[in-house]
């Protein structure tokens, strides 16, 4: 599986952005999609996922702003973002999830993107 991520950029502090992954290979063993973000000098963290059945988990941080969703026709899942903070600056990573399956058919595993930065302007 591969994912593209972009539509990231700068942005001034209430503005909005909206990201894209793109994903192409052997989608089927997908089970979950989602976004993560890594700020400088901090950890990776979740910030929202969707499951094949359409639903969806976020950050407390980003809940009631971000909003996720998936356009199953072009195997994308995107990232709607609404008044953004400047705590919202950060790497963007798109996730996809192989997990369910059965270690002897296809173990678990997380695929990511490539990244695509997110700048917030105070």
């Known amino acids: 599986v591969q994912l593209q991520a972009s539509g990231g950029g700068l942005v001034q502090t209430g503005g909005s952005l909206k990201l894209s992954c793109a994903a192409s290979?052997?989608?089927?063993?997908?089970?979950?999609r989602g976004w993560y973000r890594q700020a400088p000098g901090k950890e990776r963290e979740l910030v929202a996922t969707?499951?094949?059945?359409?639903?969806?988990n976020y950050a407390d941080s980003v809940k009631g702003r971000f909003t996720i969703s998936r356009d199953n026709a072009k195997n994308a899942v995107y990232l709607q973002m609404n008044s953004l903070k400047p705590e919202d600056t950060a790497v963007y990573y798109c996730n996809a999830k192989q997990t369910g399956w059965g270690s002897g058919l296809f173990p678990d595993y997380d695929y990511w993107g490539q990244g695509t930065q997110v700048t917030v302007s105070s």
């Open positions: 969707i499951t094949s059945g359409g639903s969806t």
């Open positions: 290979g052997s989608i089927f063993r997908i089970n979950a």
